[in-house]
């Protein structure tokens, strides 16, 4: 027995584009020719991207990406197996894995558990399989599984390994990147690899869609639970490892666990199909290098999966050029800094809106980070579309007293000049709301909520501020303005406003957000947590009687476990009232 | 044998609101006994109400519901069985129906089949049930099923009449509305009676919960397929009806298919729980007036769910009053007619908001209308806005030409004067675009897209002028006036303006939308339906290229097959491109 070489492919796809998917994947083959692997496998759904959604409903589509499919088979050699993830359509249609081999597909593997909580719904599209599946290749046993299969102890990972003696486990994944995943995923692929006796190879999608960061990160784990090969996160990669099968048989030997375990027959998993493949075991290969990228740290982790989530999205939907509204703010600050680092200095425009209400410093602070970052600015003074807007109000709020109404005014004269410019130049407006406003609804809809891609959507203000100071360090000098780390945050919509005015002090208010938002904590657990009583009653009537507002934004990347959007699904009319009695 | 008698509470339900729906149900209980019922029977989920969403992830939320059913079943009396849809919850959640009697809950039906496509999604909350339930209350045997289950020809309902001999199948539902679905759902429940020689008693939930509009519609259907007893479309009804149980045995008797019939064994739901309840069988009752209320023509029917949708919306979220942009077109005056008759004439305020490009027709028109309705209207002319917006961008714009740039200022000058008056009075913006424009992307975001809801956003254009000669007819007068209908749409956002300049007329736009959007047919078969290829790819490019902005729509209530929002879940990124090749 000798050692098996695998490639992983870690690619950017495109969801719907079937052709430049299929151009990626010709790449991969050729890449793993190149570096002579046994196998290579692209993530889960690569032919269509992940997650393809309601695309999954036209016949034509599906028939399109078996085409694309079909034509890959055809292009691997007879030295080398591929494993794609694509739809397999029968009738009905599963998320597969086709295993293709000299030119043609020799097998394919039907996912077994369909994810359907959070951001899933892969039950409203699929079938399940029920078979799991070894390709032998020479002397190396392949057991292949699609994403959710492997977080299952006993699915069929564990089937492949035990009733089908694979040694070698394949996951191809396509798994949506949030804050401290990827430690948990690491300890659950090597747990899984060491229970088995298996060595793991983790393929992972990289790339933004949508609301999603896919974060790459792919790895080969070794028997024993040692990460052989890592791929780069938030980056296309291509991952190759020597797999040491007589490793495995040794480990095999001193670890007798599998002998004493049995195959619980009477359900389908368990049935475990061996396909074998025709093989030449005495080729000779030039030694590789393994590339095992390092992690970053967790503020690193989540500006890289802003920048790609900001990049994809404009870039995948065609447009290159985005407009800012550039307050001087932290907010606006941060947003303008990772739109530069997504698509270059020369394609953010940032605008400069003083009104009746500004600071010198917000546009001193404005400008002084825009000149820092190399970047134009315009300034488009809102005072007197403001006194025109309420001489037309006039007759009808006569008698009336100023309130929020002339606040949302000024916000929204803003939100119309950047989708005027947004009109006019083709620039995609970035709105610069965090986490912590979206929850609360402390925003102005069509106003600052106005735009196309919503960066800081799912970042608390307690950690816009940590990612903002990230960027000062990164850069070895100040790019973000000190003085917009130390004045208090205010939106300046009418005379000495601060957001404490209204909410809770950031500390404490992201506290009880992550409680009550991602946690679904009640009111009174987290009142038992040591929080002021009426001020948890507010901050969740503010999170409730805000959602309509919410359902109106633009997307914006996901970063944490429970993210606004297809995450976090409650009813605009909702009657369930814990906050009742106070608020 | 006698007969039994059974009653169906038609409630509007609110989603959450636990306390409200106790109530209901209480009250429901009151009026049972009243008729003397045998059984009464509430809809799906009727104390959460449906759907209740991620309020399912909540524990407390379950909690509390189990309360109020718990508080239900004491007020049960022994002469009667009541079947309330709840949350049942023994460590994992399922769709359920208590079965109450004497004061507790006798036994617990889970619902087998959980629709996780079109709107649905209970896949993403519940375990699925294994388990038929017939309750044998004195000579009456009765099925219970949920909703889905009874669409499904061989499942619960099935096993209940043939391997539990029921008499009687209750199914307990909250089915959403389309246009078209009242024909075929009681075409499906009458086959399901004489398939299995078994009358069913199905209670409909009714109200509007965001997009869905529930129909209400409950029905009793004897054992030959003949509906004894409807409750009224759009509201809330009690029904009550004799089913005669002897009638039964003899069509049983002389239709021997079920001898013929075997149960399959083999799979879990062909398991039948039989509970039986202690019953006097001598009670005397009065009789009864059963209640046939007729069906709506199908115009009236869209009509009545648009009333109901928006009623419902505006009044579960705790508002009173709308504001509408009247710009004398059709789609304004259908919703200013919808408004009025969902919230009375006193709720609805109308503003005319001519600008440069206004024709004079355009404000005596919507002038008119208001006269006809009885409404206020306010006159904000936008020139004077839309001029220094104008100035202001001067220098930005100065060297390029007009274009849709400044067709939107106005739109968006409009939309931020509603929402000045929203935040002004605390009225709710109604937005007045259809489907046909929704679909296209003919519209501007934050312009006439804003606001809290979107009366007309399912309906076709070709729909709203059906609509709107019903308003009329209804009315026997002239309300919405004879020129709205015949003049030639237009956005008046530039000189002569038609909609036609951008869109291919109407009946045809509908057309290829309705294949396209609802239909989920390809660009190729929709010209092989004999439509122009050139027009069919543009209108998919349309379709495609505005999905971005429908994310950004207020909710409107769904009334065809396939609306968007939960319904069509396609991504924005989307690289499919069938129109390729010409745009």
Redesign the interface.
Known sequence: MGTFRIALAQVNA?????E?NRKKVEEGLRKAAEVGADLVAFPELVIT?Y?????L?????IEKSRAAVDDLARRVPDHMVAVIGCVDEDEDIYNAAAVAHNGRIVAVYRKHYLP??GVF?E??YFRRGQEALVVQIGEARVGISICEDIWYPVGPAFWEALGGDAHILVNISSSPFHMGKLGWRERMLAVRATDNLAAVAYVNLVG???ELIFDGASLVINEQGQILARGRQFEEDFVVADIDLIGILRSRLHDPRRRQDTIVSGNGDSRVRIVSIPWDNKRKRSPIVISLAPTLSPVEEVYSALVLGTR??IH??GMRQVVIGMSGGIDSSLTTCIAVDALGAENVHGVIMPGPYSSEHSWQDAEALANNLGIKV?Y???N??YE??L???CP??AG?KE???EE??QA??R???L???S??FGWLVLTTGNKSEASTGYCT??GDT?G?FAVLKDVPKTLVYKLARFVNEKAGKEVIPERVFTKPPSAELRPNQTDQDKLPPYEVLDAILSAYVEG?R?V??IVAMGYDEETVRKVAWMVDSSE?KR?????GPKITHRAFGKD???????????WEGVY
């Open positions: 495109i969801v719907g584009n079937i430049a991207g997650p393809p959604e309601d695309l409903l036209k016949p034509h589509f359907n909580y719904d039950q409203r933004g869609q949508d994809d999205y995948k939907n315009f488009l003074p809102i007197r579309i025109t807007f001489e037309t109000l009808v709020f009336h309130d929020v109404t949302n005014l929204r004269i939100g119309t000049l989708m005027a410019l009109n006019k809809l069509y106005a196309g679904d009640s009174q657990d309509y359902r109106q934004f633009a997307p976090r699904r409650l009813p605009i009319t909702n009657g369930f009232r814990e």
